[in-house]
């Protein structure tokens, strides 16, 4: 994964059975796909383009592990603006998957790494380790309705 200057603006798109899902309003020609996934509890999905690299597609499909807080969310002080680049596609199995819904985003954790790079792309913050892997993403949406959403689809998959 790599961060490029340009940023693409992103739309939650609020779907029956799907906690959370962002797409830009370009369409993928040839789909790539990276997933990270904890068992058969949680799964995320990027879908990416293999001519631009850029991530098109966001989707939360399954969350065990969440919890929903009154709290706002608070973008890192040390943001920089960009975007993230997918190099190849890939499944990637994790220990750690937790989403957090705040009344303003919802932040998915799919790695114990410390975040040391926060990349801004519009209404996604983009949490990367050291060495440029996803350690968390966050979708921002002042609406609220994001977040309503994602809460309302976790809790009806118990």
């Known amino acids: 994964m790599t961060i490029t200057n340009n940023v693409v603006n992103r ?18 020609r040839e789909v790539e796909y990276c997933s990270f996934r904890k068992s058969d509890t949680s799964l995320l ?6 001519t631009d690299q850029l991530v098109h597609r966001i989707t939360l499909l ?8 009154a709290e706002e969310y608070q973008l890192p002080a040390d943001c920089v603006k960009g ?10 199995d ?7 819904i705040y009344s303003n985003a919802v932040r998915i954790t799919v790695s114990d790494l410390p975040v040391c790079k926060s990349v801004l792309a519009d209404n996604i913050v ?33």
């Open 11 to 28: 739309s939650v798109v609020l779907t029956d059975y799907i906690p959370l899902q962002v797409r830009t309003e370009k369409e993928c």
């Open 45 to 50: 999905e990027l879908a990416f383009d293999q």
């Open 62 to 69: 399954l969350c065990a592990d969440y919890r929903q807080t």
């Open 83 to 92: 975007d993230l680049l997918m190099d190849s596609s890939t499944d990637i």
């Open 94 to 100: 994790t220990a750690v998957f937790s989403c957090v």
């Open 126 to 158: 983009w949490g990367l380790s050291e060495h440029s892997e996803l350690v968390s993403l966050c979708l921002i949406d002042e609406t609220g309705k994001a977040s309503e959403h994602c809460n309302l689809e976790l809790s009806s998959n118990q």
